[in-house]
């Protein structure tokens, strides 16, 4: 066995690990899960690291399970958050399973028949039938009340401002665990991993499968292990931008945005991030890091960061597609523009000023100085005409007159139209 372990520690993708979990992957191949609990009818990117991790092992010949929460999706994850999540109906709960089911078949082939083949699992499908009574009879009974208020996602609600913690959230580290232990019963799943903030509810799990076969030392043996919470180098939240999430289908976060948001990373980011979440050899990744030292300006490291990723979500058509959006805005005509789809055009000038103008004043014809000075771009029409007189407006990058009228003929995939002040101050005409 290829030593997975050390692979994912190179990576930075170990944060913790319980004794002899590097031993047992590297003496056979293990039948690893990892959850998903179903808060959105797709994932964002915070969720690319565990599904990473479930790429890595089946790249190593383990065998990966990925866990839908239809049960545990019903009551809410209490880790890391300050407040009771809102329940979740079944309408939206079964419409964000599935959602999520698809977005996990394109990185696992579940249909896969070789015996470490990856397996996708809802825990839905085996609490349904459990009575209240048969649960805190059969698990409640094995795991205290202590053990379970020692855990830092409880504590940290116990101890904070608030209303506390209710009692359904209370019991989802039970219900977690109860689930790795019936993988663990069925499937001999051996591993659990998750974010680092899951370590409570997974060291719950392993306890229980200890508990719950008190008479087999081996038929008890389970391990955990976590990866680090991803952040950014200032601190901030990893996984947004100023629309929010970045997700991984391609109808809430354009090819366009996705490239964006990785080719935008800081060098510190940008460095730590090409080996979490990319399948890059060790020696590539060095070589790119050297290459990235000596030239910084010129991005080769968040260039193949952001390739990579768009590639792997994406495909490599859509890629290109995001390249040539990137570089179309700074060519010197605007012929590349053109060629854009009307979504992709509106990511391209998001970050710019904007004003709306109605199409009955663009086929009226629209004096450039109205353009400016109505929009607010400008502050006022002596500054206008002072700006044309020293042929410093451009519309759609052509230098233009006082005289100068905007028409139908300018816009852009007939909704935008470009204008400049000097070299660097964009401003956009937005047709409604």
């Known amino acids: 066995m290829k030593n997975l372990y050390q692979e994912l520690q190179w990576r930075g993708l170990v944060h913790d690990a319980m004794p002899g979990t590097e031993e047992q992957l590297l003496k056979e191949p293990t039948a690893v899960y990892i959850g998903f609990d179903p808060t959105s009818d797709s994932l964002h990117i915070g969720s690319l690291v565990p599904i990473i991790l479930l790429m890595h092992l089946r790249k190593f010949g383990h065998k990966p399970f990925a866990l839908v929460g239809g049960a545990t999706g019903m009551i809410g994850d209490p880790s890391g958050k300050s407040a009771e999540r809102n329940l979740l109906d079944e309408a939206t709960l079964n419409k964000n399973v599935e959602g999520i089911k698809r977005v996990l078949s394109r990185f696992l082939d579940f249909d896969a028949t070789d015996a470490q083949a990856p397996v996708l699992v809802n825990n839905y499908d085996w609490m349904k039938e459990f009575s209240f009574i048969d649960f805190v009879r059969e698990v409640g009974k094995r795991i205290t009340v202590n053990y379970m208020m020692s855990k830092d996602s409880v504590k940290k609600r116990l101890s904070g401002e608030g209303e506390g913690m209710s009692f359904t959230e209370f019991t989802y580290q039970l219900i977690q665990g109860y689930d790795f232990y019936h993988l663990h019963k069925h499937h001999n799943c051996l591993l659990q991993m998750g974010g680092s903030d899951q370590w409570g509810n997974i060291t719950t799990g392993t306890e229980l499968i200890r508990r719950m076969n008190v008479d087999s030392e081996t038929e008890g043996k389970a ?44 060098d510190v980011d940008a460095e730590r991030y090409i080996k979490i979440f990319t399948f890059l050899d060790k020696e590539t990744i060095d070589a790119l890091l050297a290459e990235h030292a000596e030239a910084p300006h010129l991005r080769a490291l968040q260039k193949k960061l952001a390739e990579e990723l768009t590639v792997m979500i ?43 103008v109605s199409l009955a004043d663009i086929e009226a014809g629209y004096p450039i100085v109205d353009a400016f000075v109505k929009s607010g771009f400008l502050s006022s ?21 006082e005289e100068y009228v905007i028409s139908k003929n300018d816009l852009i995939g007939d909704k935008f139209v470009l204008l400049q002040k000097g070299k660097k101050n964009y401003y956009i005409l937005k047709v409604v």
Not at 223 to 249: H, R, V
Not at 385 to 396: F, P
């Open 314 to 356: 994406h495909g490599a058509e859509e890629h290109e597609k995001a390249v040539f959006a990137s570089q179309a805005f700074f060519k010197p005509t605007v012929d590349d523009l053109k060629q854009l789809d009307l979504k992709t055009l509106a990511d391209v000038f998001e970050s710019l000023d904007q004003a709306e």
């Open 381 to 401: 029409g002596n500054e206008t005409r002072r700006a044309l007189k020293d042929n410093a407006i451009s519309v759609n990058k052509v230098k233009v007159t």
């Open 223 to 266: 391990f955990a292990m976590t990866c680090p919470l991803i952040t950014k180098a200032d601190g901030s939240k990893f996984g947004k931008s100023e629309k929010g999430n970045i997700w991984l289908d391609a109808d809430k976060t354009s090819p366009y945005e996705f490239y964006q948001f990785w080719f935008n990373t800081t």
